[in-house]
């Protein structure tokens, strides 16, 4: 009788791609509920649409490549990159949006390279930044949180709009990044003085820096279950700290806006903890990670204060998502029985 | 405890399993009916059989020596009967088939006579080492290093560290704890003596992971209740202990958690001063020396949930893994798998028949539910666990990407070479990637891409070389045709002005004496040729002894002696040779330069006799020449008063060069002489080689007569103009002439009486027929080489191997003199060839080496 020929190891360990998927999806609940609190079931109807769209487009293509589907489907690669897709885009955005969004993410940025593992650029941010510069109106067009609003929308107003563009009236205010960004002539001080967003939050305006709250709950959630490593995410934090307590210029006209509103407000606790992790498009070794996170903490900074678009967790994502292979060349580790490290584009043994 | 531990980099936790094996106790397994011992059951060349089929044998008996250095003995585990040597399924990670011993026991287990040993500690380190080479010791934990290697290492770095392994870090095995709770003494005592052969280290460490209390606890007894009378330098040994990880016990890894020192890429712990060995390696050296005893048998761990019964057994090296597994209750139905080792490292058997060997720490036979089928593996999404888990800081999912694309490039420079394949990367990794199989795969890739590297190169050179030595050929054979045209050409002229058949000389043999005429004539590219010998003598002989010294074996270093000295001899001759030339030269010229007049003259004298007329002409021409110089300078420098006189001499020495080139040039009108029936004129033939070729025709033409009537002409003819010029002279140069003229004529006068005394022998047919001559010597001279060839074929028909031996190492040392020589004169002529002798004379030399080695 012969038995089994496998090679070593032939022990396994318990954890799949399959669960450190679902961790993931479980890991943005606090940041999603903060977000339903606040601007209502929007981010939800989001989510549903954008898993609906990736999973179709998913499968179809999967279809085309002649792979398995359920066992494809079945990693949660694209429900991950839908539900941070949902949680990108503004609540109560157009249903064709999400579509776009979630079809360039999966055709064009993930399975066009080959599926999961093989895409060089976080899939959810591609989308994100085809419908942010293809649709700009409708992409800067954020509903006011809770203590601004009256009160929120209901579910059946909310397809409504969604569906067919109308039902829900003057919803939409200015994000705190956009209030700051815009000011060129106002003291910091009675900047948060005028606006009733940045005055009724305490950190950097109401409703956002809970939702940051809770996407950094699930950060550290994450980290807790070792899902990444703390180096990117810290360090991108570390540089966005630096170069707004460099540019915060106590606060004139000219500022680039406090520590607390870059750190809280925006996308800067979902892209920390949820993209900039993205393993698959990030450097590999740990240096890579720190290099690789703080530069695109200093990216978001510049892009925020000198660029043309309040936020720029994607554009600097994807950007340093370009440079991931070029600085994996460069920080391969010491290896045990080596004096130095090497660098990868070695040809041979010196 | 005090020792300081090293943290050791990544590492996984996997359930450890040791509890279902440490259940009951060591059990001793029953001897099989037929032991299957195979050539190879350690790192390095397999042994060869000494025992032949039918051979009864003992326990302990060797029954297959190691083959070189790098290699173990193999002993019989049991009395018995040898009934095959054949291959069999052995516990290979290939799956492939091994030559196998297969004895057939009598189950009486007789041992061979034992020598005891009552204090190894007292036996020499040679004495040592050689023991354990001989009782077939390669590393137990699992890699099968032999021993004797291990504990011989180079001079060149000195240990300071013994490191005993006792870690075991492999979940389910339990070999090792055992062993340490059992023959915990023994281990100690084997660790002392380990030290004894090392030289006494410094530091003499047991590293043991902590989840085994009972071996520490047992191995700190022994410590402390032996007496350090009976075993020397025991206060030195040290158990620590340290936390469990895996893969803690691997030789570098463990080097690192005791030392934090690690171990250089491609090197040995050697190279740092250290020297491992197994707990398991340990008791078997102590037996060996202690009580004579070879490695026969060794314990193993049999776990798994297939088995009814899990625990450790004593085995005979060479059991059926089949026996061993019937005796544990071995349920085939339920076995998923059956795996040789552990569940990180071990490798699955290929057959339920494999013997248990030196190397076998662990028989799993685990359960479908225990060690369910890998799943498919998914695609890499560069989580990084692996990386975090490397041993060794290797970026693992790098180094799969790079394996999937075969780019051997960036996998060696991610370092693929220094992975130990723990598969710690493997059994993180979230998509179950069989990580390490892609590594195994493409470091095999890498190192046959080396081989096939290195054997294109060669073969690529072979090609060159042919091509060039087919040109080389071609362009000969093209010379020689073109010559053998000319020659018949020539002939032909010869043949209408004046019929001689026969004169015309075997062109071969005339273009071989010109060679060497050419050669004689020149000192300049003697003395060359000469000092080109010794240079390559020299530079041989530096290799020769380079390579001895660096030669690690003893009977690799008697051959390079041996070439080495042959090397010297030659170069020596080279020397001798050439200071010989120098010398001759120097006393030519030094001759002329003496102080002594006497001796001067004598010299001159003696240059003179040796010297044609036209060369004699050049000679003086050239001193001349340098005379005017000097006297040109001298005038040049001198007073006014004095200036005068010196533009007279100045004047004159001109005139005499003028006179002498007018000479040399009717000299070489002449110098033919009267035998000066070739259309051709030597000097006036563009190419060398021609013109030596006609040159030598023209003086193998000659008859003894016939050269002298030349050079009689050619003294009268100097005898007239020395004649005309002493009329013209002035009074001063006078005497000088007169006595040239009275020299003249006297040398005119001994020729023709020389000519009168040839002309007799000058008639007989001999004398004209010395070129057919020439064609009969070398046709004789082939017949007698053939002669010679059979005569020697038939001597070695009837000689004794030594004496063929003899004759051949004879024959090879005159064909590689003959090579030599070739080879100078290759050199000489600037050949194309000489690559090919050169290769042609090394490849004599390494074949008279391996003559004389054997």
Same mark, same amino acid.
């Given at each position: 009788m012969s038995f089994l020929r496998a090679s070593s190891p032939h022990a396994h360990g318990r954890i799949d791609t399959r669960s450190v998927m679902r961790t993931v999806i479980l890991a943005t609940l606090p940041g999603l509920a903060a977000l339903t609190y606040f601007f209502g079931p929007g981010s939800l109807l989001n989510i549903m649409l954008a898993l609906l769209f990736c999973l179709a487009a998913e499968a179809a293509i999967l279809a085309l490549r002649k792979r398995p589907l359920s066992f494809y489907l079945q990693d949660y690669s694209a429900a991950v990159t839908a539900v941070l897709l949902g949680l990108a885009l503004p609540p109560y955005c157009p249903w064709w949006v999400v579509a776009v969004a979630s079809l360039s993410a999966i055709v064009l940025a993930k399975q066009l390279y080959g599926g999961m593992g093989y895409n060089p650029f976080n899939p959810a941010m591609v989308g994100y930044v085809v419908v942010l510069i293809s649709f700009p109106l409708q992409m800067s067009q954020w509903p006011a949180p809770l203590p601004l609003a009256e009160q929120l929308p209901s579910i059946s107003a909310a397809l409504q709009h969604v569906f067919t563009g109308e039902g829900l009236d003057a919803y939409t205010s200015a994000t705190a990044l956009d209030i700051v960004k815009q000011n060129n002539s106002q003291l910091m001080s009675q900047v948060y003085a005028d606006n009733a967003l940045l005055r009724t939050g305490a950190l950097a305006g109401a409703g956002w820096e809970w939702v940051n709250l809770g996407f950094l709950m699930g950060g550290l959630y994450l980290l807790y279950k070792k899902v990444f490593t703390w180096h990117a995410p810290v360090s991108m934090l570390a540089a966005l700290s630096l170069c707004a307590l460099l540019g915060y210029d106590a606060g004139s006209s000219q500022s680039g806006g406090s520590l607390t509103l870059h750190l809280f407000s925006g996308a800067t606790m979902l892209g920390a903890f949820f993209i900039v992790t993205d393993p698959v498009s990030s450097t590999v070794s740990t240096r890579g990670r720190l290099i690789f996170g703080a530069a695109i903490g200093a990216l978001v900074y510049i892009i925020r204060v000198l660029g043309n678009y309040p936020d720029a967790i994607a554009f600097a994502v994807l950007l340093m998502n370009f440079a991931a292979p070029f600085i994996d060349y460069y920080t391969v580790p010491r290896s045990y029985g080596h004096d130095k490290a090497r660098r990868a584009t070695e040809k041979q043994e010196p | 405890m005090s020792q300081l531990i090293y943290p050791l980099r990544g590492g996984v936790h996997p359930p450890e399993n040791k509890q279902q094996s440490l259940q009951t106790k060591l059990q001793h397994s029953a001897i099989p009916a037929e032991l299957i011992l195979p050539l190879s059951q350690h790192i390095g060349a397999p042994a060869e059989a000494i025992v032949n089929i039918g051979d009864k044998v003992l326990r302990g008996q060797m029954i297959a020596e190691p083959n070189g250095p790098f290699s173990a003995a193999v002993h019989a585990s %049991?009395? @018995?009967? &040898? +009934?095959a040597i054949e291959p069999r399924p052995i516990p290979h990670s290939s799956g492939l088939w091994g030559d196998c011993i297969v004895i057939r026991c009598d189950g009486e287990d007789r041992w061979v006579p034992r020598t005891e040993t009552e204090n190894p500690y007292a036996l020499e380190t040679d004495e040592l080492l050689n023991r354990v080479r001989q009782s077939g010791i390669a590393g137990m934990g699992g890699a099968g290093f032999p021993t004797a290697v291990k504990l011989r290492p180079p001079a060149t770095s000195p240990i300071d560290t013994l490191i005993i392994n006792?870690? /075991?870090? /492999? $979940?389910? +095995?339990t070999a090792d704890d055992v062993l340490m709770q059992q023959r915990s003494d023994d281990i100690i005592r084997g660790c002392a003596l380990l030290a004894h052969m090392l030289g006494e280290p410094d530091n003499i460490l047991i590293g043991v992971e902590d989840n085994k209390p009972e071996a520490i606890a047992a191995l700190e007894h022994s410590l402390a209740h032996l007496d350090a009378s009976e075993v020397p330098g025991i206060d030195h040994i040290k158990v620590v202990s340290f936390p469990t990880k895996y893969p803690s016990g691997g030789e570098k890894q463990l080097i690192q958690i005791l030392t934090g020192k690690e171990v250089p890429s491609g090197g040995l712990p050697a190279h740092i001063g250290i020297v491992l060995q197994n707990v398991g390696t340990t008791v078997a050296i102590w037996e060996a020396i202690r009580y004579g005893k070879p490695l026969t048998e060794r314990i193993t761990t049999v776990v798994? /949930? %297939?088995?009814k019964q899990q625990g450790n057994t004593l085995v005979r090296i060479g059991t059926p893994s089949a026996f061993v597994l019937k005796q544990f209750g071995f349920d085939e139905d339920r076995c998923a798998r059956l795996i040789a @080792? @552990?569940? =990180? =490292?071990g490798f699955s058997l290929p057959d339920i028949n494999a013997p248990l060997v030196k190397t076998s720490n662990c028989l799993l036979a685990p359960s479908h539910q225990e060690m369910p089928d890998p799943e498919p593996a998914q695609a890499c999404i560069r989580c990084g666990h692996c990386a975090e888990a490397c041993p060794a800081s290797l970026l693992p999912q790098q180094l799969y990407w790079y394996a999937q694309a075969k780019d051997h490039d960036r996998l060696q420079a991610h370092n693929? =070479?220094?992975?130990?394949?723990?598969g710690a990367c493997a059994y993180v990794c979230p998509s179950s990637i069989p990580l390490v199989q892609y590594y195994r795969a493409s470091k095999g890739e890498i190192r046959q891409a080396a081989i096939d590297k290195e054997k294109s190169d060669r073969s690529r050179q072979r090609f060159e070389f042919r091509q060039k030595r087919i040109e080389a050929a071609e362009a000969e054979k093209e010379a020689k045709r073109l010559a053998r045209k000319k020659a018949a050409e020539a002939a032909k002229a010869k043949a209408a002005a004046k019929p001689a058949p026969g004169s015309a000389p075997a062109d071969p043999v005339a273009a071989a004496m010109a060679r060497v005429q050419a050669q004689q004539d020149d000192p300049a590219e003697q003395l060359a040729k000469l000092e080109r010998a010794f240079n390559n003598a020299s530079n041989r002989a530096k290799s020769a002894e380079e390579k001895w010294q660096q030669a690690e074996t003893d009977e690799q270093k008697a051959k390079l002696e041996a070439r080495f000295k042959q090397a010297q001899v030659r170069m020596k001759d080279a020397e001798t040779k050439l200071a010989e030339f120098k010398q001759s030269q120097n006393s030519s010229s030094l001759a002329v330069d003496s102080d002594d007049p006497i001796e001067r003259a004598k010299a001159k004298a003696q240059q003179r006799l040796s010297m044609s007329p036209l060369e004699k002409a050049r000679n003086t021409l050239n001193s001349l020449q340098e005379r005017l110089k000097k006297a040109q300078q001298k005038a040049a420098e001198a007073d006014e008063d004095k200036k005068g006189a010196m533009n007279a001499a100045v004047d004159k020495l001109t005139q005499k060069i003028s006179d002498l080139k007018q000479e040399i040039t009717d000299l070489q009108a002449?110098? $033919? @002489? $009267?035998?000066? /029936? %070739? $259309? &051709?004129d030597p000097d006036s033939i563009e190419d060398p080689i021609e013109r030596a070729k006609a040159k030598a025709m023209q003086r193998l033409s000659m008859s003894p007569t016939e050269k002298l009537q030349s050079s009689l002409k050619s003294l009268e003819s100097r005898l007239n103009k020395s004649e005309e010029k002493l009329a013209s002279a002035d009074a001063d140069q006078r005497p000088a002439l007169e006595t040239a003229v009275a020299k003249l004529q006297e040398k005119i006068a001994t020729v023709k009486q020389e000519i009168r005394e040839a002309e007799p022998s000058d008639n007989s047919p001999a004398a004209s027929a010395s070129e057919p001559q020439v064609v009969a010597a070398v046709e004789d001279a082939a017949s007698a080489a053939i002669a010679k060839a059979k005569e020697k074929a038939a001597a070695q028909a009837s000689m004794s191997p030594e004496e063929k031996r003899q004759a051949q190492v004879e024959s090879l040392k005159q064909r590689i003199d003959k090579a030599q020589q070739r080879l100078d004169n290759a050199m000489a002529e600037n050949n194309d060839n000489i690559d090919a002798f050169k290769l042609g004379l090394e490849k004599l030399q390494n074949k008279l080496a391996e003559l004389e080695a054997e």
């Open positions: - | %049991s009395s @018995g009967e &040898v +009934i006792g870690t /075991e870090c /492999e $979940p389910y +095995i798994g /949930e %297939s088995l @080792g @552990g569940p =990180m =490292m693929l =070479m220094d992975c130990i394949e723990c002449t110098a $033919p @002489g $009267p035998g000066n /029936e %070739s $259309p &051709v």
